[in-house]
């Protein structure tokens, strides 16, 4: 179980620290994703290298605010930071790739196993497990039969997503799930405004999927 104490009680220092440290991973990881995925990851401007370095602060601070130094903490962290090339190269490209989205899984089960393990919580990571498995069907299903734009990046995107919103509890589960087609709907609408009344071929999920994620972890207890 989450150690409610150690959570949300970081000092100011602290989330400035963890902050700076996913900046700089971020980066990190953005310049591997370019050496790996370069017909993905696009020219790596200054506008973009910022844009990129400020969003990942942000959302790690968050994070930190969130989780303080509990043992979830580095789990939630990456999540943040792989979700912003994700969506990045979703928007452009309308693909996520296995090489990222598996990563992010691994990552996924890698640290938040040892959160569980420092905390006793199996169960925890039983349900995040449950989630991931839960969310990738329900996923696979509308994909299959709704005609709704689904895409199978967004099936594989589920799994993740299940996992880290399931170990938190089934509401966090639930939530996230609700809002990510939400999100995606009110996007699709914005898109047909901007096209003036024609929808894209095409709509990008992810990004919809992973604000959805990362804010019922923020905000919901």
């Not at 020219?43 to 942000?58: G, M, N, Q």
């Not at 905390?119 to 039969?145: E, K, M, N, P, Q």
């Not at 709704?146 to 997503?161: E, T």
């Not at 992810?206 to 990362?214: I, N, T």
Request: with cysteine; hydrophobic share 60%.
């Amino acid at each position: 179980m989450l150690d409610t104490a150690a959570a949300g009680s970081a000092s100011p220092l602290f989330i400035a620290g963890v902050g700076f440290a996913g900046l700089c991973l971020g980066l990190l990881a953005d310049a591997l994703i370019r050496r790996a995925l370069p017909q993905l990851a696009g020219v790596a401007t200054i506008r973009l290298k910022i844009t990129t370095a400020a969003v990942t602060f942000v959302l790690s601070a968050l994070l930190a605010w969130r989780f303080g130094g509990t043992a979830e903490l580095p789990a939630y962290v990456a999540l943040g930071i792989l979700a912003v090339p994700l969506a990045r190269i979703d928007i452009v490209h309308h693909l996520l790739p296995n090489r990222l989205v598996g990563p992010l899984l691994g990552a996924g089960l890698a640290l938040l196993t040892f959160a569980a393990l420092a905390h006793g919580a199996a169960g925890d990571l039983i349900r995040g497990a449950a989630g991931s498995v839960i969310l990738f069907i329900l996923y696979l299903i509308l994909a299959l039969t709704s005609g709704n734009g689904l895409g199978m990046g967004d099936v594989k995107l589920a799994a993740p997503l299940g996992l880290y919103l399931g170990y938190l509890g089934w509401s966090h589960l639930f939530y996230g799930g609700a809002l990510a087609f939400v999100a995606g709907g009110l996007a699709s609408v914005v898109l047909v405004l901007i096209n003036r009344g024609n929808k894209p071929k095409e709509i990008a999920y992810g990004p919809s999927m992973l604000a959805a994620g990362l804010l019922v972890v923020l905000l919901l207890p």
